[in-house]
């Protein structure tokens, strides 16, 4: 995990509406999810799930979709941002199934390796999508109960 955003956490994930959230279950980190919402020139208002990550043993719960939806409400909080990017690949295919789950969209895709070949894309969520599933369905209750 030497990429520069984990080396500057603070710098990259502490200034709202980018956050950096870490789950816990028993006393054991199991989980974190990233999200860098600082502005870039070329996608103004979009923000980027740049970590997202939960521990095997944990992931048939569903906890991974609890992350995201703690933190997609305190993103779209902000009128900063209109919507948000994941980047997923079929090695990981919980996250894209969590992704989908929450509302996002497969904004691309391709098949990525020579001899064995798998899918890697990115989802991507608006507010306004976010904002009719919301109105459409109460949020389901957490699987893991939040201190």
Not at 32 to 55: C, E, M, N, S
Not at 63 to 83: C, E, G, K, M, T
Not at 125 to 136: F, G, H, P
Request: hydrophobic share 35%.
């Amino acid at each position: 995990m030497a990429s520069p955003d984990l080396l500057h956490i603070e710098k990259t994930y502490c200034k709202p509406p980018s956050s950096f959230d870490i789950l816990e279950y028993e006393g054991r980190t199991i989980g974190l999810l990233a999200i860098d919402a600082t502005p870039k020139p070329a996608q103004p208002g979009r923000a980027y799930i740049r970590h997202y990550y939960v521990a095997d043993p944990y992931r048939e719960s569903g906890v991974q979709n609890d992350l995201l939806a703690h933190a997609i409400p305190r993103l779209f909080a902000s009128p900063d941002v209109s919507s948000v990017e994941a980047p997923y690949s079929m090695l990981h295919p919980y996250v894209k199934k969590a992704l989908l789950e929450q509302g996002f969209k497969i904004a691309s895709s391709h098949k990525k390796g020579h001899y064995i070949s798998w899918e890697v894309g990115t989802a991507l969520l608006t507010k306004e999508k976010w904002e009719q599933l919301l109105q459409a369905k109460p949020s389901p209750a957490p699987v893991f109960p939040r201190k």
